[in-house]
C-alpha cells in the first residue's frame, strides 16, 4: 500500500509579506467602514438619486454580463482548441483592456462609435446614436470585462483536455453535439467564474463609463458615477453608495472562486 506524499509546506518567512499585503487591501476598506454612519445608512441608500444609479448599474451589469458570455465563450474555446498563425497576438489584443486605463478604452469607443466615429458617421446616417445613452454604459462594460470571461474560459477549457472530446467524436458525435454536451459542460466552473468576474467588474466600471456614456440621471449615471458626483457634496452619501459596492464585489469575487476552490477538495 502506497504512502500518501506529505505536504512540503511553506516557509514561514512568507507569513511576514503576506499579511503586509493583507493588511494593505483591507486597512483602507476597513477605514471606509468605520466612516459610515450606521444611523443614517439606509436613508442615505434610499434617496432617489442613490436607487437610480444603484438599479441602473445593476441591470447594466446584467445585460453587459450575457453579452459578454456570448462572446466570450466562442472567443475562449477558439482560443483555446483552434491553431492558426497568429493566435498569440490577436489574444494578446482581447486582453489589452485588462492593463489599459478604463478612460482611454472609453476615448477609443467615442471615436469608434461617436458621430465622426470610424463607424459612427455610417450609424449617424441610419439614425442611431450610440454614445451618451444606456446602450452606451453596456458597451464600455464589455469593453472592459469581456477579457475576464476569455481568461476564466480558456483557462478551465485548457485544463479539462480534449481527452473526452475525441472520444465523443470517435463515437460519431458531431462537432456541435460535443461541444453542447462535452465541452460547455465540463468548463461550467469556468463559466460561472467568467460570468461572476464580469458582472464584478461591470458593476464597478467608471473611466469607460464616463468618457463613452456621460454622467446622466437615470440614463448613464451608474453607481460608481454617481460616489463620484458625490463626495465633495456629501460625503457620508458617497460612503454609502461605496459600502455598497464594496458588499457586492466581495459577493461576487467569493462567488467566482468557488467552485474552482470546491473542485481542488473534492476528494
Known amino acids: 500500500m502506497s504512502r500518501p506524499h506529505a505536504s512540503p509546506g511553506l516557509p514561514r518567512w512568507l507569513i511576514l509579506p503576506a499579511v503586509i499585503g493583507f493588511l494593505v487591501i483591507t486597512i483602507p476598506l476597513l477605514a471606509l467602514a468605520l466612516r459610515a454612519d450606521p444611523a443614517r445608512l439606509w436613508s442615505l441608500l434610499t434617496q432617489p438619486s442613490s436607487l437610480d444609479a444603484l438599479w441602473l448599474s445593476l441591470r447594466t451589469a446584467a445585460v453587459s454580463t450575457v453579452v459578454c458570455l456570448a462572446l466570450g465563450v466562442p472567443m475562449a474555446l477558439v482560443f483555446a482548441r483552434a491553431r ?48 451618451f445613452t444606456t446602450v452606451a454604459v453596456v458597451m464600455a462594460q464589455v469593453f472592459v470585462s469581456l477579457p475576464f470571461v476569455v481568461l476564466g ?60 456614456a456621460g454622467s446622466l440621471q437615470g440614463v448613464t449615471r451608474t453607481l460608481p458615477l454617481q460616489i463620484y458626483l458625490v463626495r ?28 474552482a476552490t470546491i473542485r481542488r477538495e473534492s476528494p
Not at 480558456?154 to 481527452?163: P, Y
Not at 460547455?184 to 469556468?190: D, K, N
Not at 458617497?238 to 467552485?259: C, D, F, K
Request: no cysteine.
Open 84 to 131: 492558426f498563425i497568429g493566435r498569440n497576438v490577436l489574444r494578446a489584443l482581447v486582453l489589452v483592456p485588462l492593463v489599459l486605463p478604463p478612460v482611454i478604452g472609453g476615448i477609443a469607443l467615442l471615436y469608434t462609435f461617436g458621430r465622426r466615429g470610424l463607424l459612427g458617421q455610417v450609424l449617424e446616417v441610419a439614425g442611431i446614436r450610440l454614445p
Open 153 to 212: 474560459i480558456e483557462g478551465a477549457a485548457r485544463s479539462t483536455g480534449e481527452r473526452f472530446e475525441g472520444i465523443a467524436a470517435t463515437l460519431g458525435a458531431s462537432p456541435t453535439r460535443v461541444l453542447l454536451h462535452v465541452t460547455l459542460p465540463m468548463i461550467v466552473p469556468g463559466l460561472v467564474s467568467g460570468a461572476v468576474m464580469a458582472f464584478a467588474r461591470s458593476l464597478g466600471e467608471f473611466g469607460a463609463t464616463l468618457a463613452f
Open 232 to 259: 465633495e457634496s456629501d460625503a457620508d452619501s458617497a460612503v454609502a453608495l461605496a459600502l455598497v459596492l464594496i458588499v457586492l464585489a466581495i459577493a461576487g469575487v467569493a462567488l467566482a472562486y468557488r467552485p
